[in-house]
């Protein structure tokens, strides 16, 4: 089945500054990858994704790239704001017991320091 | 559309008890997912169901675990007998057919067992 490794564990910003975060995976036949993200106490919510046709995609002040040979994709967020801080989850698409289901990564908790 | 919705949203239950989740998916979505969460594992997935069906449970940590879904707007997560080890955030989340990838969360239940 699809394995989602995810990097940093915890990331610590300057407001202003833009923050990186990276997904590899395992299955390369995996064709979609979102990206969530979990507010302190609430639930996990779709922010930005992409599909493996696509090698990058922009909303706003958030950016996700696709490296399908490399099998890693990214998510970036520009001119950070104090609101960003939450725990950020990728996640894949991938086969799983006769169906395409997403695996999760274990997630980063982004700290926007103001 | 009122989304996924979970009640109770906070359990605390003593050790031995039998505890209840329940989640109502977003009507017409036939894939239903719930996951465990915690600091140190992240979103496991226990169990989901498409159109009514479990199709893989393979996440279910022990016996004690069991889910239903009598019908396409109801499910339940049932504890018996509920452990301390047990304590973590159930989620709850639903999907539409094939060509809807993105998955809608409910807002959990934070369950506490002393």
């Known amino acids: 089945g699809e394995n989602v490794e995810q990097h940093p564990s915890t990331l610590s910003v300057q407001e202003g500054d833009s923050a990186v975060i990276k997904c590899t995976y395992s299955?390369?036949?995996?064709?979609?990858f979102p990206w969530y993200k979990q507010e302190l106490g609430k639930r996990p919510q779709l922010i930005i994704d992409?599909?493996?046709?696509?090698g990058e995609k922009k909303d706003q002040r958030i950016a996700v790239t696709l490296n399908k040979t490399a099998k890693h994709f990214s998510l970036h967020i520009t001119e950070t704001q104090p609101e960003d801080s939450a725990v950020y989850f990728c996640?894949?698409?991938?086969?799983?017991?006769?169906?395409?289901?997403?695996?999760f990564g274990k997630g980063t908790k982004l700290s926007v320091i103001p | 559309d009122a989304g996924v919705i979970q009640s109770p949203r906070h359990e605390v239950t003593e050790m031995g008890q039998e505890v209840t989740l329940r989640c109502k998916p977003i009507?017409?979505?036939?894939?239903l997912f719930w996951y465990r969460q915690t600091m140190m594992r992240g979103l496991e997935l226990l169990i989901y169901f498409n159109n009514n069906v479990p199709i893989d449970d393979s996440g279910m940590p022990e016996d004690r675990f069991s889910a239903k879904m009598p019908n396409a707007s109801f499910s339940t997560l049932k504890i018996q007998p509920s452990e301390p080890r047990d304590s973590a955030v159930y989620f709850c989340a639903t999907r539409g057919g094939s060509r809807e990838d993105g998955y809608t969360f409910g807002s959990g239940t934070r369950l506490t067992v002393v």
């Open positions: 996640a894949a698409k991938g086969y799983r017991a006769g169906s395409y289901q997403l695996t």
């Open positions: 009507s017409g979505h036939d894939y």
């Open positions: 299955d390369s036949a995996s064709n979609y």
């Open positions: 992409i599909r493996s046709n696509v």
